[in-house]
């Protein structure tokens, strides 16, 4: 049996007690369910990535090259970077689930981009957002770093998540196992999250196809 098809969900947000944890794990749960039952049956592996982790924690970009020149792993500087290079190397589509900070996106995110470049050209990538009005403007960001700037294949559905004020600024958050498939119950704190599961279907059925594509002949 080949190996699974790697699709890394890259958690936008480093702040401790955030909702993007809670919000990455509803999220990763959807393309599960999707990934389970597309049609072409293939077997996709669904990476949560917590940029606070020690593997994933790039700091600031110092190497000598700019990342398009480099095409070999090996000539990055920092072993960190080397390591993130083999693998983001080693998936085929991603999905981005970020908050917006006065109109944009963390800086972290942008950093875990700006480290690699040939890495990320040409891969599917859907994009999430969430904030007091859904994040449509660090998802527009988004799109042009990733759809222009790297070139990779932007998924056209959009799910803006807009946070109840008690997640914002209250002591709500969402619960770090949310699922698609335990909402809908009026004792589920979380339940307002149904409302998007749609959107969030028809985006993670538009990343698995493009992922799972024939490759055009060269």
């Given at each position: 049996?080949s190996?699974?098809i790697?699709?890394?969900?890259?958690?936008?947000?480093?702040?401790?007690?955030?909702?993007?944890?809670?919000?990455?794990h509803?999220?990763?749960?959807?393309?599960?369910?999707?990934a389970?039952?597309?049609?072409?049956?293939?077997?996709?592996?669904?990476i949560?990535?917590?940029l606070?982790s020690?593997?994933y924690?790039?700091?600031p970009?110092?190497?000598?090259?700019?990342?398009?020149?480099i095409?070999?792993?090996?000539?990055?500087?920092?072993?960190l970077?080397?390591?993130?290079s083999?693998?983001?190397s080693?998936?085929?589509g991603?999905?981005?689930?970020?908050?917006?900070?006065n109109?944009?996106?963390?800086?972290?995110?942008k950093?875990?981009?700006?480290?690699?470049f040939?890495?990320?050209?040409?891969k599917p990538?859907?994009?999430?957002?969430?904030?007091?009005r859904?994040?449509?403007?660090?998802?527009?960001?988004?799109?042009?770093?990733?759809?222009?700037?790297?070139?990779?294949?932007?998924?056209?559905?959009r799910?803006?998540?807009?946070?109840?004020?008690?997640?914002?600024?209250g002591?709500?958050?969402?619960a770090s196992?949310?699922?698609?498939?335990?909402?809908?119950?009026?004792?589920d704190k979380?339940?307002?999250?149904q409302?998007?599961q749609?959107?969030?279907?028809?985006?993670?059925e538009?990343l698995v196809t493009?992922v799972?594509a024939?490759?055009?002949?060269?």
């Open positions: 049996m190996a699974p790697r699709i890394a969900v890259l958690i936008g947000s480093t702040r401790k007690g955030s909702n993007g944890k809670g919000i990455s509803w999220v990763s749960s959807g393309l599960t369910a999707v389970a039952a597309h049609t072409e049956k293939v077997a996709v592996e669904v949560p990535v917590d606070t020690a593997t924690k790039l700091g970009i110092y190497e000598d090259i700019v990342p398009a020149g095409k070999d792993p090996k000539d990055y500087i920092d072993p970077i080397v390591n993130w083999k693998f983001i080693s998936c085929s991603f999905v981005v689930v970020s908050p917006q900070y109109w944009g996106y963390p800086g972290e995110l950093n875990a981009f700006d480290h690699l040939n890495e990320w050209v040409g990538i859907a994009i999430v957002t969430y904030g007091g859904g994040g449509g403007k660090a998802g527009e960001q988004l799109r042009q770093v990733t759809g222009g700037g790297m070139d990779m294949k932007l998924v056209e559905e799910v803006e998540i807009k946070l109840p004020r008690e997640y914002i600024s002591t709500l958050r969402v196992n949310a699922s698609i498939s335990h909402h809908g119950t009026a004792e979380d339940s307002w999250l409302e998007y749609k959107p969030l279907e028809e985006a993670m538009a493009a799972t024939p490759k055009a002949e060269a």
